[in-house]
Antibody
C-alpha cells in the first residue's frame, strides 16, 4: 500500500517561502506524476502542479511564477516551494500521486494533508 | 483553463435515497474525469476515474457516467458513511481543474 506523508513548517511569515516535502513509502517514485493540491479553510481544491520522476514539471498558471517543485529519487521524496506567500496561501496542502496512463488519469493516493498558515 | 461546474452545490438526502450530482466542463474533455469524496478533516478519496470506472475497493453503489462536457455521479442507495463533499476533476489538459464540490447532507 503506497503511503504519502507531508512534512514542513506549519507557520510561514508573509513574503517568505513555504517549503513542504512529501515522502513516498511502499512504492517507487518512478513512472508517476507527483503532485500538490491545496485547500484553503472551508473552500475547494486547487491543483498546484505536478512533477514527473524525470523532473519534468507542470504548474498551475495562477501560481507558476512562485512555484518550484523538485524530486529526490534517492530519498523517495518530492518537494514544493512557494515563494512570496501571503495570507491567501493559507491552506491545507496535500501531496498526491497522479496516474496518467490511459485510461487511468487520476490522483489515486493522497497524503493526509499539512496545514500551512501564513501569518506574522 | 477548463472550468468545471458542479451542481447542485449541496443537497439533503436520507439513507437509502438515490442521489445524483452533475459536473459540466466548459469544453470537451472526453472521458478524462474523476470523482473524489472528501470527509471533513480528511484527504480526498478517489471514487471514479475515466468518467465511469470504479476505483478498486469503492462500493458498487457509486457509479459515474458521461463524456465530453456532461458527467454524472450517482449513489444508488445512500449510506451513512456517504455524507461528504464530492468533487469532480478534469484530467484532460493542464491546468487540472476541480469543480467547486457538491456537499451531501443528512435530511
Amino acid at each position: 500500500q503506497v503511503q504519502l506523508q507531508e512534512s514542513g513548517p506549519g507557520l510561514v511569515k508573509p513574503s517568505e517561502t513555504l517549503s513542504l516535502t512529501c515522502t513516498v513509502s511502499s512504492g517507487s517514485i518512478t513512472s508517476y506524476y507527483w503532485s500538490w493540491v491545496r485547500q484553503p479553510p472551508g473552500k475547494g481544491l486547487e491543483w498546484i502542479g505536478s512533477i514527473y520522476h524525470s523532473g519534468s514539471t507542470n504548474y498551475n498558471p495562477s501560481l507558476k511564477s512562485r512555484v518550484t517543485m523538485s524530486v529526490d529519487m534517492s530519498k523517495n521524496q518530492f518537494s514544493l516551494r512557494l515563494s512570496s506567500v501571503t495570507a491567501a496561501d493559507t491552506a491545507v496542502y496535500y501531496c498526491a500521486r497522479r496516474v496518467a496512463t490511459s485510461p487511468m488519469y487520476c490522483f489515486d493516493y493522497w497524503g493526509q494533508g499539512s496545514l500551512v498558515t501564513v501569518s506574522s | 483553463a477548463i472550468q468545471m461546474t458542479q451542481s447542485p452545490s449541496s443537497l439533503s438526502a436520507s439513507v437509502g435515497d438515490r442521489v445524483t450530482m452533475t459536473c459540466r466542463a466548459s469544453q470537451g474533455i472526453g472521458k478524462d474525469l474523476g470523482w473524489y469524496q472528501q470527509k471533513p478533516g480528511k484527504a480526498p478519496k478517489l471514487l471514479i476515474y475515466g468518467a465511469s470506472r470504479l476505483q478498486s475497493g469503492v462500493p458498487s453503489r457509486f457509479s459515474g457516467s458521461g463524456s465530453g462536457t456532461d458527467f454524472t455521479l450517482t449513489i444508488s442507495s445512500l449510506q451513512p458513511e456517504d455524507f461528504a463533499t464530492y468533487y469532480c476533476l478534469q484530467d484532460y489538459s493542464y491546468p487540472l481543474t476541480f469543480g467547486e464540490g457538491t456537499r451531501v447532507e443528512i435530511k
